[in-house]
């Protein structure tokens, strides 16, 4: 059955992330070709309609465990990156032959979240993505396990296919997955489950639905959940459905009522404030007083040196930093001008006195307004589903 919403939210999706999770395209004997060879015959017929497909793909750690004979995954980093080495080829080998039977070219993005954090590397990742869509390749993004570690982590390949929307502008975000939605309770211990079809504003309420990671995966549906809230607060829905059924790209990109539709805010953040509320990681706190909260969150002003009261942590002009109101709760996050050591100098300071104090001045504002996102603004809408 078609959904008018959904054939309108769809129709828009001229650019699309799909995210295909390790439980989708494995099995006991290592990478399930049939499966990757009906999301790449899928994939292709988005293409023949002059649709741009991006593909962030889970599955080397998994391929490379059933490559070196292994029945779970080991505990040290090591060997996960180096799991991750081996089965990355295999997985790549797998998307090549699947797509080049139709004619069509992929190519291999590997990324960490400090490519992503920082600015210029950043705006290079997306240049290179969107040459490669002009030239019709599509992209299989990765993590980069092999050189990863937890400071630069995305956590898990949700995250990565939601900060991927909003690098690359896309319509719409699609996560396949092993199970056909986010449902009331869980459907392998509750015979009475019921499939949620359509999501308004993803609240702790919707989040208590959602269960823990696979034997085989990192994320689980509550990852893909906040992965679907965080795209609808840049104004993109999501779909997350069953990966193993046949043909289950091709029927919701028809607008078919399969899987949860996550509909997307009406009034959404601009890309770069997206970016730093949730691909920048916040490197410290800066707290602020009563006037300075005011004027941050009620009058919409930039945050001046005269109101910081304190500065917590090490971070660098640039970084983004949690901002902290009297009471000590987030009220924001934003990208300093200047690096902790200095704005520890300037706290409590008219801005006249920077130079004094510093010796220089790069700019009036600790935080401009324009690098400044609000926790309101953040905040879910209240969660309705059906």
Not at 9 to 27: D, F, M, P, Q
Not at 84 to 112: C, D, H, N, P, W
Not at 305 to 313: C, D, H, R
Not at 321 to 342: F, Q, R, T, W
Request: overall charge positive; aromatic content about 4%.
């Amino acid at each position: 059955m078609i959904s008018p919403i959904r054939k309108r939210l769809l129709a828009k999706a001229k650019r699309s992330v799909i995210k295909v999770g390790s439980a989708v395209i494995t099995s006991s004997d290592g990478l399930n070709m049939e499966v990757i060879g009906a999301i790449a015959s899928d994939i292709c017929g988005l293409l023949e309609e002059r649709r741009e497909v991006i593909l962030v793909s889970s599955g080397a750690i998994a391929s490379g465990l059933r490559r070196m004979g292994l029945t779970k995954k080991p505990e040290s980093t090591s060997q996960k990156q180096a799991l991750a080495a081996i089965g990355q080829s295999l997985l790549m080998k797998a998307y090549e032959e699947a797509f080049g039977l139709y004619g069509r070219k992929v190519a291999q993005v590997l990324l960490t979240r400090d490519d992503l954090s920082n600015r210029k590397r950043y705006l290079n990742a997306r240049n290179t993505l969107l040459t490669l869509l002009a030239w019709k390749i599509v992209p299989v993004i990765n993590e980069n396990d092999t050189v990863s570690i937890d400071e630069i982590k995305f956590g898990d390949n949700d995250n990565l296919s939601a900060m991927v929307t909003n690098l690359t502008d896309a319509d719409l975000l699609l996560s396949l997955t092993s199970t056909d939605g986010l449902y009331d309770k869980d459907p392998n211990l509750h015979k009475d489950a019921c499939l949620i079809a359509i999501v308004k504003g993803a609240d702790k309420d919707v989040l208590q639905f959602a269960g823990t990671a696979g034997r085989m995966g990192t994320g689980g549906m509550a990852a893909k959940v906040m992965a679907a809230r965080k795209v609808a607060l840049a104004g993109v829905p999501t779909v997350i459905a069953n990966g193993t059924a046949s043909g289950m790209i091709k029927r919701v990109f028809e607008g078919m009522e399969t899987g949860t539709l996550f509909v997307p805010n009406e009034t959404a953040l601009c890309g770069r404030k997206h970016w730093i509320a949730f691909t920048k990681s916040p490197r410290g706190d800066v707290m602020i007083d009563r006037g300075a909260a005011i004027a941050v969150v009620e009058k919409g002003k930039s945050l001046l040196p005269s109101g910081i009261i304190e500065v917590k942590g090490r971070f660098s002009q640039g970084d983004s930093v949690n901002v902290l109101g009297p009471d000590g709760k987030a009220i924001a996050m934003g990208m300093v001008n200047y690096h902790s050591g200095e704005i520890r100098k300037i706290a409590g300071a008219r801005s006249s006195e920077i130079e004094s104090r510093l010796g220089f001045r790069h700019d009036d504002e600790v935080i401009h307004r324009d690098n400044l996102v609000l926790m309101t603004e953040l905040e879910e809408e209240e969660g309705q589903c059906r």
